[in-house]
């Protein structure tokens, strides 16, 4: 069964470093996104893209956080310089079309840890 | 805006006994409702979705829900409760259409456990 896939699967980096977080979709999938889900709280929406540029952000995206669709497979989440905030685990996701019923497919996450 | 709110954060049922877990939606329009689950050291796996078709909705391994518009609610059921069956639980909502559609609200989370 095709899946996306995500690397690192645990990262963890120094306060004010800025880290790429990188995402395989599914090979077929139009619609890609990044959630997160910092420890015991909510999987939260950050962002989705489309048609190589973002649709839509949530208020945690802010200027410190940037997404890219650098080839014709990968999706990056930059954080530039990260906060102990942003320990959490991020979550990418991807979806083959906008018509109603398609699944929206996650991969196993990438932990980021902050110190 | 949409918020998914999901009933107890943890319960606990023996192996083949019912399980229900709870999950009321608010939505300003008719939402899309999904189930996901996620075991230890693992992604989000959907286990169920409500689109608009019929109102239960059967999933993998043998979980089902049933969409109540008069209670705005979504509960998740299963009739016997397996030992695989123990991880954590999550119920969203998304509105219908466009981009807007894949803009999950997540609730809480419920984490299942079985005793033996």
């Known amino acids: 069964e095709p899946e996306v896939t995500q690397t690192p699967s645990h990262q963890v980096t120094q306060m004010g470093q800025e880290v790429i977080l990188r995402c395989v979709p599914i090979s077929n999938h139009l619609y890609f996104y990044w959630y997160r889900q910092i420890l015991g709280q909510k999987v939260e929406f950050l962002v989705s893209f489309y048609n190589n540029e973002i649709s839509e952000k949530s208020e945690i995206f802010d200027d410190q956080f940037s997404v890219e669709r650098p080839d014709g497979s990968n999706f990056t989440l930059k954080i530039r310089s990260t906060k102990l905030e942003d320990s959490a685990m991020y979550f990418c996701?991807?979806?083959?079309?906008?018509?109603?019923?398609?699944?929206?497919?996650f991969g196993e996450g990438s932990w980021l840890t902050v110190v | 805006a949409q918020s998914v709110t999901q009933l107890g954060s943890h319960v606990s049922v023996s192996e083949g006994a019912l399980v229900l877990l709870r999950c009321n939606y608010s939505?300003?329009?008719?939402?899309?409702l999904f189930w996901y689950v996620q075991y230890p050291n693992q992604g989000l796996q959907l286990l169920l979705k409500?689109?608009?078709?019929?109102?239960l909705v059967k999933g993998i391994n043998g979980f089902e829900a049933e969409f109540k518009k008069s209670e705005t609610s979504f509960h998740l059921t299963k009739p016997s409760a397996h030992m695989s069956d123990a991880a954590e639980y999550f119920c969203?909502?998304?509105?219908?259409?466009?981009?807007?559609?894949?803009?999950?609200?997540f609730g809480q989370g419920t984490i299942l456990t079985v005793h033996p």
């Open positions: 939505s300003s329009v008719p939402p899309y």
């Open positions: 996701a991807s979806k083959e079309a906008s018509t109603s019923g398609n699944t929206i497919y």
């Open positions: 409500y689109t608009s078709a019929a109102t």
């Open positions: 969203a909502v998304s509105d219908r259409g466009g981009t807007s559609y894949g803009k999950l609200t």
